[in-house]
Structure formats: structure tokens, C-alpha cells
């Protein structure tokens, strides 16, 4: 009795535990595909702005869900701002952060974002999906103007964007790669011992 009654407890919270077993497995497994796609960021923002792109064309094609799409534009403009943004920002705390140098003669120090560019990514495309699935609920197209929403939105980039050039400009930092010189020593080493033994 005491053994078909335990197998009974047991069989009633069978249910559930194949789900969780089911959901840690795919978890693992998303985990899994998720780091294996972290070294190739050109491929990853690809799929990014395919989707992005999909999802353009089926708010086109519905012509609604505009509340959605300037809650997603607000949404990622935030995240673009912390992707731009220092880790630590010398204006809030200049007595114990460590200062961006500003004269060539100061020691170099390599430009940490708030945001890194692999959860900007992430967040950015996870917000792009969670939008994307909205777009099948009628009760998220919330009827709008949208010029208005559009214009505000350019409106506050502008001004977003205008204040954080000019924080990097009083820093005198750059959120990019761009212009910065790579150490080659390795090879001129070896061709100037070329030339030598000739």
C-alpha cells in the first residue's frame, strides 16, 4: 500500500518535472549556441537586421503597432547610449574614477563600454523579437499619429546624440576602433633581418 502510495505522490509531480527537465535542457542548449556565437559579430548583426527588417515590413504591411515601434525606438536608443557611454563616466565621479587620459603623454587606457557590444547586441535583438511577437496581439495597436511619434522620436535623438558627442569631445574619447594604430613590430622585425642578410 505504502509503496503504490508513494508511486502515486511521484506520478502526480511527473507532470511538471519533464517540462523542467525540458526547459533546462533548452536552456542549456541556447546557452550553449549563444557562446559559440559570441566571436562572430558580423554574422550575429546580420541576423539582427533581418529581422529588424521583417519586422519593418510587417508593421508597413499591418500599418499599426507604431506605440510598439516608439517603444522600441526609445527602447534602443537607451541601449546605444550605454553602448557609447564610458564604464566609468568621469563627470558623475571624477574624485575615485580613473580619468580617460586627455594629453598624449598620459597613460594609455583602453576605452571600456558601459554597455559591451555583445549585450548591446543581445538586447537589442531580444527587444526586436519581443516586438516582433506584439505585432500578433490587436490589443498592443494602440491607434496613434504616427508622424508624431516619428518626429518626437528624431527630436530626442538629436539631442541625445548631440550631448553624448559632446561628452566624448570633452573627454576626448572614442567609442570605436577607428584611426587607432595596431602593433606590427613582428613584421618589420623580420623583413628588416631580411634585408640585413642580404
Not at 516608439?70 to 534602443?76: C, K, S, T
Not at 536608443?77 to 553602448?83: E, V
Not at 568621469?90 to 580617460?100: H, Y
Not at 574619447?173 to 613584421?187: A, E, M, T, V
Amino acid at each position: 500500500m505504502e509503496g503504490s502510495g508513494g508511486g502515486g505522490g511521484s506520478g502526480g509531480g511527473s507532470p511538471s518535472a519533464p517540462v523542467k527537465q525540458y526547459l533546462q535542457e533548452f536552456s542549456k542548449l541556447f546557452q550553449y549556441y549563444l557562446d559559440k556565437s559570441t566571436p562572430h559579430a558580423l554574422y550575429r548583426w546580420i541576423g539582427t537586421f533581418v529581422i529588424a527588417s521583417i519586422y519593418v515590413l510587417r508593421v508597413v504591411y499591418l500599418q499599426g503597432f507604431y506605440i510598439v515601434s516608439y517603444g522600441l525606438g526609445i527602447y534602443l536608443l537607451n541601449l546605444l547610449i550605454g553602448f557609447l557611454s564610458p564604464l566609468v563616466d568621469p563627470e558623475l565621479d571624477p574624485s575615485n574614477a580613473p580619468m580617460l587620459p586627455t594629453k598624449g603623454s598620459d597613460e594609455f587606457k583602453p576605452f571600456i563600454r558601459r554597455l559591451p557590444e555583445f549585450k548591446f547586441w543581445y538586447s537589442f535583438t531580444k527587444a526586436l523579437c519581443i516586438a516582433f511577437v506584439m505585432t500578433f496581439f490587436s490589443m498592443f495597436d494602440v491607434p496613434v499619429f504616427w508622424p508624431i511619434l516619428l518626429c518626437y522620436w528624431v527630436v530626442l535623438f538629436v539631442l541625445t546624440m548631440r550631448r553624448q558627442v559632446a561628452h566624448m569631445m570633452k573627454y576626448k574619447y572614442i567609442p570605436f576602433n577607428l584611426g587607432k594604430q595596431k602593433y606590427s613590430g613582428k613584421k618589420s622585425s623580420a623583413s628588416s633581418s631580411g634585408s640585413r642578410a642580404d
